[in-house]
């Protein structure tokens, strides 16, 4: 299991902050998660087709080839505006 | 010194922690960031700050580091406030300081632009007919890829 949080437009579009994830394999790839959670359809499959999508593993900002692994905290959100 | 948190800050108290920090110091460069008056669109009634708990802490702490490698900056205390904001409010400090300007000036605008363009904070524009996540700007990307030349 991975838990995956979503942040501000993200959260209100999917109504979701937070989830616990079961990985399809032992590990997988940012690119794969994309593609199961989009798979439920509108919204989600809106939101992970989004050019401007973020994502963060551990906090740490990765490329979607990125490999996730059980235990692992990944974080959705759309680009910052703070400041 | 790194803060996330939602009470104002006194720009007198985060001047004089810079002050007092060592006796090096020949410089100190602060940065305060106010609410804008909401792009002058009257509809919108106040701001709201979201942002990643943890992560922030951990980009600016990182930018922090950046910033040290470099240029010989001595100390650098950051402030953002998260909640709900008003214009005219503080909403960003930064400050550094130095033996000479020079340091603290680029460190302390590299570390604004930086923070803008990196750490995970948004804003949600809260209006009569509803609220409005703010979109990212290009100009402040632009910004931040000044540095990397």
């Known amino acids: 299991m991975v838990k995956i949080l979503y942040f501000a437009r993200l959260r209100d579009q999917l109504s979701c902050a937070e989830e616990q994830f079961e990985l399809a394999v032992g590990k997988s790839s940012i690119d794969e998660i994309k593609r199961q959670l989009a798979a439920r359809g509108d919204p989600w499959s809106e939101v992970m087709q989004d050019m401007n999508l973020l994502v963060a593993v551990n906090q740490v900002i990765v490329e979607p080839t990125a490999i996730v692994e059980p235990g692992d905290e990944v974080g959705f959100f759309p680009p910052v505006t703070g400041g | ?149």
């Open chain 2, 1 to 149: 010194m790194i803060k996330v948190q939602q009470e104002d800050f006194s720009l007198a108290s985060e001047y004089e922690a810079l002050w007092a920090d060592a006796p090096k110091i020949g410089a100190i460069v602060t940065f305060t960031g106010l609410v804008r008056d909401f792009n002058a669109d009257e509809s919108v009634t106040g701001l709201f700050l979201e942002h990643y708990p943890g992560m922030t802490e951990k980009v600016l702490a990182q930018l922090v580091e950046d910033a040290k490698k470099r240029w010989p900056i001595i100390n650098v205390r950051i402030i953002h406030r998260i909640g709900e904001l008003k214009a005219s409010d503080q909403i960003v400090f930064v400050g550094v300081n130095s033996e000479h300007r020079e340091a603290a000036f680029a460190a302390c605008e590299f570390l604004m632009d930086f923070l803008k363009t990196k750490a995970p904070f948004w804003k949600k524009e809260q209006r009569q007919s509803g609220d409005t996540w703010v979109e990212a700007k290009a100009t402040d990307q632009e910004r931040a890829t000044r540095w990397q030349s």
